[in-house]
């Protein structure tokens, strides 16, 4: 039972390179999150999805694309990569009103 | 957009202690949840906490909802290392949606030996 699945676990990109993070849940869930985690600010909405074919923006989206084509999978894309955007990112998935399920995290460097 | 707000930031204890964090803010939230997360992982799901006044307890760990919904407390009985790490309130936002969940920027909390 994997739960929520992200790849890749570690990123070195060079600023304006670009990169896709994949997000891959097998819990049958509608909704589904990117987060950024950065010291001292907690957990910061990026984008989300709330089903299939479906994306909306979060608090901090600039600099960010998002694609939801399968229930699954929640694709985060970095189109040019800046060294503000060095993080660590969570995916996560909920199935109804309450509790969300984590992937382990993207720890991305940009340098 | 609603904010939650936690205290302490940091919470350095020894063993056996006990502790209390907090989680305030100045919107009435539907629910919220206490996630603890460790080093090098997601945060993972401790309670979810719905009705004002209400008291959850998880072995040494008690959480309780303000009658008013508005804030949160988590109570750590005779603290042990095993418990360190980042303590995360989760709140629904308002505004329509139900689908987003807006964090707190957490209590990281070191128990030492």
């Known amino acids: 039972n994997a739960g929520v699945t992200q790849t890749p676990k570690f990123r070195v990109l060079k600023t304006g390179q670009s990169m896709t993070l994949l997000c891959a849940q097998d819990m049958n869930h509608e909704y589904m999150y990117w987060y950024r985690q950065d010291p001292g600010m907690g957990l910061r909405l990026i984008h989300y999805?709330?089903?299939?074919?479906?994306?909306a923006k979060g608090e901090v989206p600039d600099g960010y694309n998002v694609s939801r084509l399968k229930k699954q999978n929640f694709l985060l894309g970095l189109e040019s990569a800046a060294p503000s955007q060095t993080s660590v990112y969570f995916c996560?998935?909920?199935?109804?009103?309450?509790?969300?399920?984590f992937g382990q995290g993207t720890r991305l460097t940009v340098v | 957009t609603q904010l939650l707000e936690q205290s302490p930031q940091f919470l350095s204890i020894q063993e056996g202690e006990n502790l209390t964090v907090y989680c305030n803010s100045s919107?009435?939230?539907?629910?919220l949840q206490w996630y603890r997360q460790e080093p090098g992982e997601g945060p993972v799901l401790l309670v979810t906490v719905v009705t004002g006044g209400e008291v959850k307890k998880l072995k040494r760990l008690t959480f309780q909802f303000g009658d008013a919904r508005k804030d949160s407390s988590l109570h750590i009985t005779a603290a042990q290392p095993g418990d360190t790490g980042l303590y995360l309130c989760?709140?629904?936002?308002?505004?329509?949606?139900?689908?987003?969940?807006?964090f707190g920027k957490g209590t990281l909390l070191t128990v030492n030996p």
């Open positions: 999805s709330v089903g299939e074919g479906t994306t």
């Open positions: 989760a709140g629904p936002y308002s505004g329509g949606s139900n689908y987003k969940l807006t």
């Open positions: 996560a998935s909920r199935g109804g009103i309450v509790r969300a399920f």
């Open positions: 919107s009435v939230f539907s629910s």
